[in-house]
């Protein structure tokens, strides 16, 4: 059994200080964001988990940024980033040996409609991470409607529930 919490609690510490506090408050494990909109005293985010792991955590997982997650679903430009930008996240989690990649699939209280656009882009990130071993958890919303229709809609041992108890 591993203790494990976000790797930003709260406190704007600079990324080696607040692993070293994570660690030294007894936890063994640590999901991390994977965003490029820290501060810069938090190094790149590419240098996370080797600072965890010298640490002793284990990094459980990365978050992927949610800001444009709706747009997933849309025939657009805003849409193409949003799938690249998880592709991106699957592709990193394969090179630093992390095991789970977490999604938002919308961001806000009204849910998307699931699109054609929006299901074949699920469908390519999904064989995606079978191809690289990464699983995709699909983190639970204001909107859980689309969660619970695509996990019904697909049985993959690559694809899964995150829950945030914050939400």
């Known amino acids: 059994r591993r203790y494990g919490i ?10 080696p200080e ?12 640590v999901m991390l964001w994977w965003g490029d909109d820290f501060s810069p005293k938090d190094c790149p985010k590419d240098t996370h988990p080797e600072l965890a792991r010298r640490e002793g955590l284990f990094v459980e997982n990365i978050h992927a ?18 799938f690249h930008c998880y592709a991106r996240g699957i592709t990193d ?4 040996n992390i095991p789970v990649m977490v999604i938002h699939l919308t961001n806000g209280r009204i849910p998307p ?9 699920i469908e390519r990130l ?3 991470a079978v191809r690289y071993e990464v699983r995709i958890a699909l983190e639970n919303v204001k909107a859980p409607g689309p969660v619970e229709r ?9 694809l899964g ?3 945030d108890a914050g939400h």
Do not use: K
Not at 7 to 12: E, K
Not at 114 to 120: M, Q, R, Y
């Open 6 to 15: 976000y790797a930003w609690f709260g406190y704007p510490l600079p990324m």
């Open 18 to 29: 607040r692993l070293h506090e994570i660690a030294s408050a007894g936890f063994d494990s």
């Open 65 to 82: 940024p949610f800001q444009n997650a709706g747009h997933l679903w849309e025939d657009t430009l805003s849409g193409e980033a949003v």
């Open 93 to 96: 989690c394969r090179r630093h």
């Open 113 to 121: 409609l699931l699109s054609a656009v929006g299901l074949d882009r």
């Open 126 to 128: 999904l064989d995606l």
């Open 150 to 158: 695509l996990l019904d809609r697909y049985d993959s041992p690559f």
């Open 161 to 163: 529930l995150c829950y």
